[in-house]
């Protein structure tokens, strides 16, 4: 399994732990978006939608960029991607135990049947 930043995992799985974090994400992936646009869906303020893209933004997941006077906010996907590398191998590696396991009790059956 290839090696991670443990302090980069954790930003991105802190940011990505929030329902409004990972629904303003949702909005970034179909466009590039401004603050107020992010805010209309929520029923939260301006500055509370600007926290949260804050820790977006720490964790590398978004990035503001400037267009006149206004700063509109890009999905950086590599993050992300990288903690699903993660998360998948980490499934990989309780499947091959689960199999073992089955193999094992298999094998335990079929031992235990012989006795009788």
Request: aromatic fraction near 6%; hydrophobic fraction near 40%.
């Amino acid at each position: 399994m290839v090696k991670y930043s443990a302090t980069r995992l954790d930003s991105v799985f802190h940011a990505m732990a929030d329902t409004t974090r990972r629904k303003i994400l949702a909005e970034v992936v179909r466009a590039n978006c401004t603050v107020a646009q992010l805010s209309r869906p929520f029923r939260i303020s301006p500055p509370a939608i600007s926290r949260h893209l804050r820790v977006l933004e720490d964790a590398g997941l978004i990035r503001r960029v400037r267009d006149g006077k206004f700063h509109r906010f890009e999905l950086r996907p590599q993050p992300v991607m990288q903690a699903d590398e993660m998360l998948q191998g980490l499934a990989v590696a309780w499947e091959r135990r689960i199999d073992r396991l089955e193999e094992l009790l298999d094998a335990e059956s079929r031992g235990a049947g012989k006795g009788k």
